[in-house]
T-cell receptor, first 114, second 112 residues
Framework: NAGVMQNPRHLVRRRGQEARLRCSPMKGHSHVYWYRQLPEEGLKFMVY????????ESGMPKERFSAEFPKEGPSILRIQQVVRGDSAAYFC????????????FGPGTRLTVT | DQQVKQNSPSLSVQEGRISILNCDYT??????FLWYKKYPAEGPTFLIS?????DKNEDGRFTVFLNKSAKHLSLHIVPSQPGDSAVYFCAAPMNRDDKIIFGKGTRLHILP
């Protein structure tokens, strides 16, 4: 009865490198959401995906950020050419699509850009 | 523009006493509210929710109150325990399977 899995838990990248964050939703959940938490801030929505579809990417920066949720495998949040301002905790959440409103969160990936 | 506001960044409460965490919202379209609890280096965990058709929901030591006319909700924890020390986020989903809007959180310290 695994929960939402995220890896890596910690990721260090130098400016200009690429960061790939992975998320496996809870079993039976087909809706995945990515949120970002900057220091001393709440969680901010980035993107909502279903299998092979981006449903809402209104919270994603226009450049350098992309997300996918392929038919097979985990959801990937990709940040190209990282900058220091990308340093944050990135959380993935999943939802079954029906039923209660609450989403279930993974442990997060803490990205540090040096 | 913050749609969900938690104006107290931190709160200290004596063990055994009542903790009251407050939250205000601006969007009248919200019809469901959530409270999440977060420990350092962990993801948020769902705590309790309330539908806008109710004014109170209770689950063990946790009770959430909703005042729709004031656009205000509060989370009561009684009695407070050391394990309750965490950051609490008030949140509202835009829809059943849609994004969740979070407040900035209140850090609760339970004092021995």
């Amino acid at each position: 009865n695994a929960g939402v899995m995220q890896n890596p838990r910690h990721l260090v990248r130098r400016r200009g490198q690429e960061a790939r964050l992975r998320c496996s939703p809870m079993k039976g959940h087909s809706h995945v959401y990515w949120y970002r938490q900057l220091p001393e801030e709440g969680l901010k929505f980035m993107v909502y995906l279903q299998k092979e579809n981006i449903i809402d990417e209104s919270g994603m920066p226009k450049e350098r950020f992309s997300a996918e949720f392929p038919k097979e495998g985990p959801s990937i949040l990709r940040i190209q050419q990282v900058v220091r301002g990308d340093s944050a905790a990135y959380f993935c959440a999943s939802h079954e699509g029906t039923g209660p409103y609450e989403q279930y969160f993974g442990p997060g990936t803490r990205l540090t850009v040096t | 523009d913050q749609q969900v506001k938690q104006n107290s960044p931190s709160l200290s409460v004596q063990e055994g006493r009542i903790s009251i965490l407050n939250c205000d919202y601006t969007n009248s379209m919200f019809d469901y509210f959530l409270w999440y609890k977060k420990y350092p280096a962990e993801g948020p965990t769902f705590l309790i929710s309330i539908s806008s058709i109710k004014d109170k929901n209770e689950d063990g030591r946790f009770t959430v109150f909703l005042n729709k006319s004031a656009k205000h909700l509060s989370l009561h924890i009684v009695p407070s325990q050391p394990g309750d020390s965490a950051v609490y986020f008030c949140a509202a989903p835009m829809n059943r399977d849609d994004k969740i809007i979070f407040g900035k959180g209140t850090r609760l310290h339970i004092l021995p």
